[in-house]
């Protein structure tokens, strides 16, 4: 009985949290660049072919005829110097015949050739490769080491000139390989781990100033370490990395928050998600030049002698005039103190406070 009671422990997981997709790093030996854009890879498949034993009454499969793998693939950014890209291309050509005496007479300097004892010359064309597993912690778990890889397909790059958003090119490199060893670590085996690197992202834009409307232009953004990349104000989904967003100006500004009656302005956040589970934003304002119409062009205001109005009567008519012209930016004239002008022009007395620099009595009317 107790020896049962004890056996449900084994039967048990001792760690519930799922396995985490994004949570990995490839290293191939011959190929370091490619591993440090990679953003897919796989642990193969593997089939095991069975016999059939024929019997009189039906056939019974029987298990141990060949096993075999599927081959290895790896997705990864193309760099704007083709280096990751050229290392398996490179690789791949110094498999197959060279083009010419010359290519191979480079190819026998190269201390990746080796000479076997029967004098024969060929190109040393296995590396060894491991793929690292990450748990929900970013600590590496286990360890996937195959032997000898070599790479026996490589896509084709596409350019496409009528893409309307960047879309930076992705290359796939596939392996064969003789057999891969999987070396999960135990939970109660201390090991050394590298922390998963911290996202970072920036935002910027190629408006300089107070921009035009019927301008366009462009967010730019970098990052790293990230898994995905989103802006807000409606503009979306961006790839990772670094790129660019063009924006129509007048669909934009038609966002903006008024700033005061000449400008305004509205401000993008970037969201970047990092493969260590981490968010990391960065923010950037445009502001904008609003257009000048009959709410809010810029005017001096004028008052002329009026006999028939009351200073009442024109202080209620000026206080009305700011009400319904609350955008507008005034450059108001201070009138002379000197004589009877304030009585003979009827001027209000806001008026006169909002023209004193010395006034104590607070305007909260648009800067004047």
Known sequence: MPESSDNWKITQLSNRNYLSPIGFKFIVTKVPKADFFSNSASIPGINLGFAQQNTYLRDIPVPGDKLT????????????????????????????????????????????????????????????????????????IAKINFRDTFPVGLSAI???????????????????????????????????????????????????????????????????????????QGVGSV???????????????????????????ITYTITGVGINGTTVTASHTITFLRPQTSVNRVCIAIIDENDNNSIANMESKWVQFRANWPDRHFYLLQPSSGGNMINTLRIPPSFLEQTDPDSTTADTEPSD
Do not use: C
């Open 69 to 140: 793998y599927d081959d290895f693939t790896l997705r990864f950014f193309v760099d704007e110097n083709l280096e990751n890209y050229l290392e398996v291309h490179n690789w791949m050509r110094g498999l197959g015949y060279p083009d010419s005496l010359s290519e191979f007479s480079a190819l026998k300097n190269d201390d990746k050739y080796i000479q076997d004892t029967n004098g024969r010359s060929p190109y040393n064309e296995y590396s060894d490769a491991t793929l690292l597993v990450y748990n929900s912690n970013f600590n590496v």
């Open 158 to 232: 596409n350019f496409d000139a009528a893409q309307e958003d960047i879309k930076y090119v992705m290359a796939e490199a596939t392996f064969k390989y003789s057999i891969y060893d999987i070396d999960v670590f135990a939970p109660d085996v201390p090991r050394v781990v590298t922390a998963a690197p911290q996202p970072t992202v920036t935002l910027s834009s190629t408006v300089s100033g107070n921009h035009d409307p019927t301008q366009n232009f462009s967010l730019e953004y970098t990052s790293s370490n990230v898994s995905s990349l989103s802006i807000d």
């Open 239 to 265: 790839a990772v990395g670094s790129g660019s967003k063009l924006l129509a100006g007048d669909v934009e500004s038609a966002k903006a928050t008024n700033v005061d009656s000449l400008t305004s302005s």
